[in-house]
């Protein structure tokens, strides 16, 4: 029986592990990519191409760190920065394209025109993908689709975008709409070359740090299955109250302007270790929403007014599938696709959405999970629940916790999706097995950052690796911190008998839990 052809719409950081996971299943994919090049959003343009995404700004790095933001089977190199430079993750993308050889599945240029359902979707779900290569169009028809294009894709308000080089506003006077983590980073780093900077924030926002406790990078110490476990058992009132207070401590966001009209979990918070820094120097004022614009000056709700040289609006994007037909059925403002990734109404679950989710951590990794369910359940070896159950399905219910805001509908708990994304493909690991016969691993894995590695333990696509990548992670989250080597002044002998107490205590706690 021929493999199955698969069209995987877009080689970006999702594209690029769908291919692979494509490849792992003995599919035939073939890539679409509008643009001449691999990495999508991340490959910096001074100038915008069409075609392709907006480019990220010069200085953007990733806010996630390189251990959790890795592809499972393929760990970044130990020497890279924790928080690096969009640069280097596209020489990563490069590392993983030419060490899988994924390159010549990938057809650049060729921009998506539509994607309809065959004449005989019913009972093939075969579609009809139709692309434009330098202006003629070519005729295709796929087994599956996958769609990565991400949601990165259509500005929400782009009167003026940020070019890149806070050089060209040296001495202006600049409003930066919007406070997300783009929002954030753009107005610090124009503090420093502008005259002044003036950041709107329509219901302000918490601030996290990138750099957590005892240096460690945030989501390695927070985003673990031991902190997941003990969230679970918390209220939310509690964990807004401990977040809250934590967050005050680094600063307090009522003085600097900052203070939210929403609670810690109702809103994604923003991540910036700059923003403060240059709040406190007077360079970046916090202003609230922006009520009109005059000729040469804005005019705020509070009645405040400044004059201003340059507007940038950092208010997100909008999703934009216009080459799938019914597109707004498939994606509504509600985000109605069963568990972000199948729309539930087609007859055939040959359609996946990939990377749409907005994960409370790195999409990366929930991106190449999704991939490997969803060619599981286009070979049939994974079956979906009928149409009306998927579509009252709702993975994690906002009810009163989340703002009513296109990005917040697609919020999940980082561990917990994927977890249940796992669970759907058999990968997800057995904790009370590794504690059983692999405690040292079961003690890294339960208690370390649930690194992609964890989901290569077992199943499907079990790597060989994976079990050494993560007891080696801690040694690649330190390498290149540590320039200078100073003794840490522990023994090792009370180390060693520590991690003993931690393992045996926690495998009766998960005894406990499983009774219970």
């Known amino acids: 029986m021929p493999a199955k052809r698969i069209a995987v719409i877009g080689a970006r950081v999702s594209g690029?592990?769908?291919?692979?996971?494509?490849?792992?299943?003995?599919?035939?994919?073939?890539?679409?990519?509008?643009?001449?090049?691999?990495?999508?959003?991340?490959?910096?343009?001074?100038?915008?191409e069409p075609g392709r995404p907006y480019s990220v700004y010069k200085s953007r790095t990733?806010?996630?760190?390189?251990?959790?933001?890795?592809?499972?089977?393929?760990p970044f190199p130990d020497h890279y920065p924790n928080s690096f430079h969009n640069s280097k993750i596209m020489k990563y993308l490069w590392l993983y394209v030419k060490h899988f050889d994924l390159l010549k599945y990938v057809h650049f240029l060729p921009k998506v025109c539509s994607v309809r359902k065959h004449s005989d979707f019913s009972s093939t779900g075969q579609w009809d993908v139709v692309v434009d290569a330098n202006g003629k169009q070519e005729s295709y028809v796929f087994d599956a689709i996958v769609v990565c294009s991400g949601y990165y894709n259509d500005p929400y308000f782009p009167l003026e975008t940020f070019p890149g080089n806070p050089e060209k506003f040296l001495g202006k006077k600049i409003l930066v709409v919007g406070i997300g983590n783009s929002g954030a980073d753009v107005a610090?780093?124009?503090?420093?070359?502008?005259?002044?900077?003036?950041l709107s924030t329509?219901?302000?926002?918490?601030i996290w740090n990138c750099v957590w406790d005892n240096g460690n990078p945030m989501d390695t110490v927070l985003f673990t299955r031991f902190h997941s476990i003990i969230n679970r058992m918390l209220t939310a009132s509690m964990i807004n109250k401990w977040a809250e207070n934590k967050l005050n401590a680094l600063f307090n966001h009522d003085v600097y302007g900052l203070q939210p009209k929403h609670r810690f979990l109702s809103h994604q918070a923003t991540l910036s270790d700059e923003l403060p820094n240059h709040i406190i120097t007077g360079r970046l004022q916090v202003k609230p929403n922006v009520k009109e614009f005059t000729k040469s000056a804005v005019i705020f709700e509070d009645g405040s007014q400044a004059r201003i040289d340059v507007v940038i609006f950092a208010t997100g994007y909008t999703f934009n599938f216009s080459f799938l037909e019914g597109n707004s059925e498939v994606l509504d403002s509600q985000c109605s696709v069963f568990k972000f990734v199948f729309p539930p109404q087609l007859e055939k679950p040959m359609l996946a959405l990939v990377g749409i989710v907005q994960p409370i951590g790195a999409t990366l990794t929930v991106s190449e999970l999704q991939s490997q369910w969803a060619t599981r359940v286009f070979k049939g070896l994974n079956k979906l629940p009928s149409a009306s159950d998927m579509m009252i399905f709702s993975f994690f219910p906002s009810g009163s916790r989340f703002l009513k805001s296109p990005r917040d509908i697609r919020r999940v708990p980082f561990i917990d999706y994927m977890d249940q994304i796992a669970s759907e493909i058999k990968v997800k690991p057995n904790l009370l097995s590794l504690f059983l016969w692999d405690p040292k691993l079961a003690f890294e894995v339960f208690f370390g950052p649930c690194t992609p590695y964890q989901y290569r333990l077992q199943g499907p696509g079990k790597w060989n690796g994976a079990r050494r990548a993560i007891l080696t992670q801690r040694e690649r989250i330190i390498k290149p911190l540590r320039t200078q080597v100073i003794s840490n002044g522990q023994p090792p002998f009370y180390r060693y008998l520590w991690h003993i107490g931690i393992c045996v205590s926690t495998l009766f706690f998960l005894i406990f839990i499983i009774k219970v």
Not at 188 to 198: D, H, I, P, R, T
């Open 16 to 48: 690029l592990g769908a291919i692979k996971v494509c490849l792992e299943e003995g599919l035939e994919p073939t890539c679409f990519e509008g643009s001449h090049d691999i990495g999508g959003l991340w490959r910096y343009e001074e100038n915008y």
């Open 62 to 74: 990733c806010i996630s760190s390189k251990e959790m933001t890795a592809y499972s089977d393929y």
């Open 202 to 206: 329509r219901r302000g926002a918490w």
């Open 188 to 198: 610090s780093e124009l503090s420093c070359a502008a005259k002044q900077v003036f």
